[in-house]
């Protein structure tokens, strides 16, 4: 256990759902991020929030929406995805942005 | 964008022996960090390297790195069939964002 939990872990949705990711970290930690890994890429940097602010949106589309409403729950909202959108998506929290990161488990996300 | 490229893409071994893997990167760094992820899971930090230190030792992981060449390596000294994952590396370019490469796999064989 990492101290940062996602849920649900594994998530199938139709091209016109709704649906939505959360993450909680109970680490004390300032900084939160979502990354999308997909088979054979390297992990990509979506969004970065610190002290619940968005520091950091990586040319995400705006089909995928985060919220931050505090320094310990990240969303990642999800409407209107693509195939290509299926993915594993992870969340990361750390102490400071230059700093080792914790991730979570993950959501397997599958769009049919 | 990739920042660190891990070598080789995949690694097996036999289990006790040494296993290296390489990462090379292309701008200067404030710190470089190595991940494990086993299956489908998250990735797991396994060590830190700040750009004026050459080398770190944790366990049975040692990492080097040359700021010189823009390259670090990491030894896993007598591998454990628990050492399977891939691993990568990730630099920190003085944006305060990771950038990640695509990892190596390694599989330890009994």
């Known amino acids: 256990e990492t101290g940062v939990t996602q849920t649900p872990r594994h998530l199938v949705m139709g091209m016109t759902n709704k649906k939505s990711l959360k993450c909680e970290q109970h680490l004390g930690h300032n900084a939160m991020y979502w990354y999308k890994q997909s088979a054979k890429k390297p992990l990509e940097l979506m969004f970065v929030y610190n002290f619940k602010e968005q520091t950091e949106n990586n040319s995400v589309p705006s089909r995928f929406s985060p919220e931050c409403p505090n320094s310990s729950h990240l969303f990642l909202h999800l409407h209107t995805l693509q195939p290509e959108d299926s993915a594993l998506y992870l969340c990361?929290?750390?102490?400071?942005?230059?700093?080792?990161?914790?991730f979570g488990p993950g959501t397997r996300l599958t769009v049919l | 964008s990739q920042q660190g490229e891990e070598d080789p893409q995949a690694l097996s071994i036999q289990e006790g022996e040494n296993a290296t893997m390489n990462c090379s990167y292309k701008t200067s760094i404030n710190n470089l960090q190595w991940y494990r992820q086993n299956s489908g899971r998250g990735l797991v930090h396994l060590i830190l390297?700040?750009?004026?230190?050459r080398e770190k030792h944790s366990g049975r992981l040692r990492v080097t790195l040359d700021t010189s060449k823009k390259s670090s390596s990491l030894l896993i000294t007598a591998s454990r069939a628990a050492d399977t994952a891939s691993y990568f590396c990730a630099t920190d370019a003085y944006d305060y964002k990771l950038s990640f490469g695509a990892g190596t796999t390694v599989t330890v064989r009994a």
């Open positions: 990361a929290s750390s102490s400071g942005t230059a700093n080792e990161q914790f």
């Open positions: 390297i700040r750009s004026n230190e």
